[in-house]
């Protein structure tokens, strides 16, 4: 995830947009049949994926081994490296060549992500823009490739096509092999305050030190699998990675005052750590309740002085993993406390500068810790030994067990409730990434949503799992509603492809945070949709799901059909809009109305007896008398019934409604939701009814229920609680009340 704080601008462009609430289509464009089954729109079963949603018995996966060396140039911001890469074939069919992603060079001079996004004259623009965009030389990013060799040292033909690279192989790769590959490389870093980026480093004017966040930084496998073959589009800057698993050994060399954190164990920390240091580690392995400091704000600042020209070698190994990250500075203070889950003990860390105090220090890796728990309770005990959270100014990134994350006092330390709100935010969401997609390892370069969106679902229920009270911007129904109601030619389905999105924030985390959240809270029910969920986190951990495995996966698991949901709110950008058309109140009488005839009926079943005839407050057949609480003895038809049919004590327990309330529905929005009614009656006390969804499946415009009550009722709400992301509220009351504006 890059730029949360992105997320929260585009949340408020789509509120300030979205002040004309849009013309419901007519009826005649509707479409109707919004239940039918999704076979139009999802992949057809196979061998490798199930009509359940679990893998099938054919299902593989390729995997890409890389032992690893780079060298950090801190003077000039250089990264020099050479790797090994093992692939081994999983697939039935043979493999031609390879194809790798050059991340990289994205930011290359002659990149032509440069050249996609429509750019207009700025009337207004900073100084430094202006000069970095039209006077400054632009940065010289990309990878520069040295080589590219076999097992045995002989060069290997390839082709670069901007940010991928296809490596001809000797022979054809058969199914059950290996070949290694050989590739050295160096690049700029790229200054990600500057020129942007998911990495990269950010210079500290006042001291001359960096700080090193580094990813992309080596060239890795791209993704082949049973959906598309390679996935080998472009990088165009929106939709991220698709990897694939293996183990990794890196070593990193840096200057010897450098403190580093990166993906894995480390396997050389009495080498790199003092013993001072080392101590305070080991206490921190015991400390379940509160962070150790390992690495102190004063030896931070002393190393901040130095400048060491001595170099030192941190060693790591990961197992399992999709990706490495690296970050590294001589600022840093580290802090650690352990987590228990599972059985095992995993470590909860934190690397920042004195600058993130006192906010990072106090919260930091306690939010770590807690969004292990949270996560691991919804999905899967969390595989990996570790997970550190590292402090980077306007940064939101994820990596195996490592992420970058925002949120930094101003220079006197103080901080407001909205940055400490924000850094605790992006904590959550950078660290629950570990199990989407690290662990449950979606395609995000074509599915934006399946990473971000499930992920910023179960962010919100990690915050309110903190604090019941947090406020979450993104997984309350409520909040997507400005989007939703906004003009529909800014809109995109959520399942759109990452880089044709125009409201990212919006469309791939707040709107499948929300859907999810109201199918958890409000469709399914808890205990459905978290059981559910667990499956689909279960049965794709450490794979490749698509769409159509989650999909089917939350049906399969839950005896819930919810083809109508997701076609509406994953397929569609309709609103959901219900509103009360009319209410009727209704009397009971012996005589039929005027305009019923008694005569002539024909009947299915046999003739069921005598009638009892329900009269409408105010049509031309009621009368004063019927003005009244209903009382079955009354009725002579109804009485003579209940007389002949009931036991005194089966008459006993009957009902005793008084009055009767036909309510009729409409719904302007194109979305089908449940109908949720809040009944206040005169005396204040409520009642609530749900309706599913379904109700609306005879009928897409407008469906009636008819209430009886013991009690006269004063109030009737669509709604009340704001469950649904209902987008207007002018229409979801009886009798009808002015709604206050928003804007108000």
Not at 307 to 319: D, G
Request: aromatic residues 14%.
């Amino acid at each position: 995830m890059r730029g949360i704080t992105i997320g929260f601008l585009l949340l408020m462009t789509s509120f300030l947009q979205a002040q004309e609430t849009p013309k419901p289509p007519k009826s005649d464009e509707r479409n109707t049949d919004k239940f039918k089954q999704m076979y139009d729109l999802l992949a057809t079963p196979n061998m490798y994926r199930t009509a359940s949603g679990a893998p099938g018995p054919e299902y593989y996966q390729q995997q890409a081994d890389y032992k690893i060396d780079v060298e950090l140039d801190d003077k000039n911001q250089k990264m020099y490296g050479t790797e090994t890469i093992t692939y081994t074939n999983n697939a039935k069919e043979s493999l031609d060549y390879l194809w790798l992603q050059l991340d990289q060079n994205e930011k290359a001079k002659n990149a032509k992500s440069q050249l996609i996004d429509s750019d207009k004259a700025n009337p207004a623009i900073p100084a430094q823009t202006f000069s970095r965009k039209y006077l400054e030389e632009h940065f010289d990013g990309g990878f520069k490739i040295d080589y590219v060799k076999d097992a045995k040292g002989n060069p290997m033909s390839y082709t670069i096509n901007q940010t991928m690279m296809r490596v001809e192989l000797p022979k054809v790769l058969q199914h059950g092999e290996k070949i290694a590959i050989s590739i050295k490389w160096w690049y700029n870093i790229n200054d990600f305050l500057l020129d942007g980026g998911r990495s990269g480093y950010e210079h500290f004017d006042k001291d001359g030190n960096n700080l090193y966040i580094i990813a992309q930084f080596y060239p890795r496998m791209a993704v082949y699998n049973d959906v598309e073959g390679w996935q080998n589009q472009q990088f165009w800057g929106s939709g991220e990675f698709a990897l694939p698993f293996g183990n990794f050994e890196v070593n990193i060399t840096v200057p010897a005052d450098h403190i580093m954190e990166a993906t894995g164990t480390l396997l050389n920390r009495a080498d790199v750590f003092t013993p001072e240091q080392l101590a305070r580690y080991a206490q921190a392995e015991k400390s379940f309740d509160k962070p150790v400091i390992v690495v102190t704000q004063a030896e931070a600042e002393a190393r901040e002085k130095v400048f060491s020209t001595a170099k030192k070698t941190w060693k790591f190994k990961a197992e399992n993993v999709r990706d490495f990250g690296i970050a590294t500075s001589r600022k840093f203070i580290y802090d650690a406390m352990a987590v228990k889950l599972g059985g095992k003990n995993v470590m909860a860390i934190s690397v920042y500068p004195k600058e993130g105090n006192p906010l990072w220090e106090q919260y930091s890796t306690r939010v770590v810790a807690h969004t292990l728990k949270s996560y691991s309770s919804h999905t899967f005990d969390y595989p990996y030994p570790k997970a550190v959270s590292v402090h980077a100014q306007d940064q939101g990134m994820e990596y195996p067990m490592i992420c970058w994350n925002w949120g930094r006092p101003d220079e006197d330390g103080k901080y407001t409730e909205r940055t400490k709100n924000g850094m605790i935010s992006v904590i959550v969401h950078e660290v629950g990434h570990n199990f989407f997609p690290m662990i449950v390892n979606s395609d995000e370069r074509q599915w934006t949503w399946m990473d971000e969106g499930l992920n910023s679902f179960l962010e919100y229920v990690a915050l309110m799992e903190w604090d019941p009270n947090f406020p979450a911007d993104r997984g309350p129904a409520k909040s997507i509603v400005p989007y939703m109601s906004g003009d529909q030619k800014g809109l995109e389905p959520i399942m759109t492809n990452s880089e044709s999105i125009r409201q990212f924030g919006n469309n791939a985390y707040g709107k499948p945070a929300a859907a999810l959240n109201i199918l958890r809270e409000t469709v399914m029910g808890r205990d459905l949709f978290d059981y559910a969920f667990r499956t689909y986190a279960n049965r794709w951990k450490f794979k490749h799901p698509t769409p159509e495995d989650f999909f089917r996966t939350m049906e399969d698991a839950s005896a819930f059909d919810l083809d109508w949901f997701w076609r509406g709110w994953f397929y569609t950008t309709d609103y959901n809009d219900i509103g009360i058309k009319e209410v009727k109140k209704y009397f009971v009488s012996n005589d039929p109305p005027k305009r019923i005839s008694t005569t002539g009926r024909k009947r299915r079943n046999a003739n069921p007896g005598p009638m009892v005839y329900m009269i409408a407050d105010g049509s031309d057949d009621f009368t004063p008398e019927m003005n009244k609480p209903f009382d079955s003895k009354e009725v002579k038809t109804l009485n003579d019934y209940i007389q002949s049919h009931f036991t005194k004590e089966e008459q006993a327990k009957l009902d005793t409604p008084k009055y009767f309330y036909q309510v009729t529905f409409n719904k302007p929005g194109g979305l089908v939701m449940p109908i949720l009614v809040e009944i206040t009656f005169e005396d204040g006390t409520k009642e609530n009814h749900h309706f599913p969804a379904q109700i609306w499946r005879m009928n897409d415009e407008e469906v009636s229920r008819t209430f009886a009550t013991k009690k006269v009722i004063s109030k009737i709400v669509v709604d009340p609680k704001l469950e649904t992301a209902d987008i207007d509220m002018t229409n979801n009351s009886w009798p009808k009340t002015e709604e206050k504006s928003k804007f108000d």
